[in-house]
């Protein structure tokens, strides 16, 4: 495009005022776009080689703006082909350096903070001060010289928009703001070499038109960049609008499975409640059945003993009916208990022993129940409610000849973990030869032995001040 | 409301265990009146023995159960109803607290629990 215009303006040698003032304030406009949708992208983006390429396309944009309103007033003494001379071809050069010292600048800057662009845009402006000042001492046009250049002032600016060119064409896998700047700088400095050979309107020449084709290129320059800029930004959006509706498709697909998940989730649970009830109720049942036969077999054992004359077997049928009552109450603490595996064994020693000594003891025997509050299950209960019942029936059997004593049960931790329960009583105490006598033949001994060695305890009796037995047994605290 | 007799009806659908208290009521020195293993039966016998005391068992043959049974005897006949249970779960403990129980116990009874709450139950009819 740019070619077919340049040729077109060759050819036809189009070098009006009027034409020159369009193209002018088409360079002012399409840099002012490019400043706008630079300054977008970094806003939405947040780069600053955007940022600061904005910055000095602003700059450029004043300057391109004072080199169009310069040449439509002129001052009074001035021929309107002097002030072509004097403000156009005067504040061409200004404008020329400082935009591409902006853009090549930028590129320096791209890895700087984006709070530097005040300082930067100051000094572009000083700058374009500056060179305005410069620029009206030196002259605009000279007669044609090596290769026939007009203007040599102005050969720093295609040999600069060269420089950003490859610039900003080795800036690998940067953004793609750079290479459409690459693309743009390229015909920037392509167009700035034509006005090297560019003329006032009174110079007869070949090469009419240069000028024209300069303006023409540097438009096109900011169009194509203008362009860039602007598939950049649909292509953002683009990519934004499908990142988008892929997000809404991944969050109503998440909310399915989500959904998914939670009513099968409820769905076990309400299944495992189930089983869980059902287990409970399986336990109770079980429980109770025990219980009842318990029962069963102490009605059955009540009834027998009502039949036998012998006061020997009717005492050992009442010991039986002791200890079926211990296994029965175990069972009662199960079923009372919220999980059914595990109950506090203190209050159960305490029924237990009130039990037997209301039982057999008569109303002259104290009894004291001292038991921290420990959690067992089956496995502990049924031998520690089986040794209690043995231990204190031993006692009232044996301790109180005049019906008059005490009898303590202790159930403590010691120190070191281990648990200790202690059966006392202040009775006569015992002769260890007639104990060991009784140990060779008494039933409550010998289920004493069985039991200890079931808790895989250690028991140990003394008689001091009556008889006290002391089991240690090792109890975790976990059922 | 005339006045009751001294004695003690069992209801219990475990007719050994139902012999078993009975023995022991006996061996407290009371009267067993009679013996019932289903609610209907039990009411029944409540109506025409009228005692002072019925331990009532939870569970019983057929559909109605012990405290079904307890609350026709409190209405008609105004027997000090002892409960005999093998449960423990809360919700037959909250019926039986529905039903004017004068005591509840819970299996295994033992000889002393049994003798002391029937005498205190036999002292509350007036009958002691």
Known sequence: ?479 | MTVLEKAVLIVEDEHVIAMGLSAQIEDMGLEVCGTADTAEDAVAQARIHRPAIILMDVRLRGKADGVDAAQAIYESVGSKIIFITGSREQQTIDRIKLDHPFATLFKPVSDRQLATTVSEAMLAAGQA
């Not at chain 1, 988008?244 to 409640?273: H, P």
């Open chain 1, 1 to 479: 495009m740019f070619g077919l215009g340049a040729t077109c303006i060759l050819i036809w040698q189009v070098q009006s005022p009027i034409f020159h003032t369009i193209l002018d304030t088409s360079a002012f406009l399409a840099s002012g776009l490019v400043a706008l949708l630079l300054w977008d992208i970094s806003k939405r983006t947040n780069q600053p080689l955007a940022w600061f390429l904005a910055i000095a396309f602003g700059v450029l944009t004043m300057a391109e703006l004072l080199h169009t309103l310069i040449a439509l007033e002129r001052l009074s003494w001035e021929t309107a082909a002097e002030a072509e001379v004097r403000w156009r071809a005067g504040t061409w050069a200004p404008s020329a350096y400082i935009s591409a010292i902006g853009v090549g600048a930028a590129l320096l800057l791209r890895t700087y903070p984006q709070r530097l662009g005040a300082a930067f845009a100051l000094v572009l402006i000083l700058l374009y001060v500056a060179l305005l000042a410069i620029f009206q001492f030196l002259p605009r046009y000279l007669l044609p010289g090596f290769f026939g250049i007009t203007r040599p002032t102005l050969i720093g600016v295609p040999l600069l928009w060269m420089a950003a060119t490859f610039g900003y064409w080795r800036l690998e896998k940067g953004p793609q703001v750079a290479s459409a700047v690459a693309a743009s700088a390229s015909l920037m400095a392509l167009a700035h070499c034509f006005i090297l050979f560019s003329q006032p309107a009174d110079y007869p020449s070949l090469t009419i038109g240069t000028g024209m084709v300069a303006h023409f290129g540097k438009v096109a320059a900011d169009l194509l960049l203008l362009l860039s800029l602007t598939q950049i930004g649909a292509a953002d959006t683009a990519r934004r609008l499908r990142a988008e509706s892929e997000l809404t498709l991944l969050n109503k697909y998440l909310e399915q499975r989500i959904g998914e998940r939670t009513s099968e989730l409820v769905g076990a649970n309400e299944r495992l409640s189930q089983a869980l009830e059902e287990r409970d109720l399986l336990l109770r049942e079980v429980y109770h059945r025990v219980k009842n036969n318990l029962q069963l077999i102490d009605s059955i054992v009540t009834l027998q003993v009502r039949r036998l004359a012998d006061p020997d077997a009717k005492l050992a049928l009442k010991g039986l009916r002791r200890r079926l009552y211990a296994l029965g109450l175990v069972h009662q603490q199960l079923m009372g208990s919220p999980d059914l595996k595990t109950f506090d064994v203190s209050p159960f020693l305490k029924e237990l022993s009130e039990n037997i000594i209301e039982g057999i003891g008569g109303r002259d025997i104290s009894l004291s129940v001292k038991a921290i509050p420990l959690n067992v299950g089956l496995d502990i209960a049924i031998p520690l409610g089986l040794l209690v019942t043995e231990l204190v029936t031993n006692s009232l059997k044996h301790a109180f000849p005049d019906g008059k004593g005490k009898i303590e049960v202790v159930l403590d931790r010691r120190e070191d973990g281990t648990m200790v329960l202690v059966v006392s009583d202040n009775g006569t105490g015992y002769d260890i030869l007639e104990a060991s006598e009784k140990r060779a033949h008494g039933l409550g001994t010998a289920l004493i032995d069985g039991l200890v060695s079931q808790l895989k305890a250690i028991i140990r009796v003394r008689s001091m001040n009556g008889t006290i037995s002391e089991i240690l047994f090792a109890h975790d605290g976990e059922p």
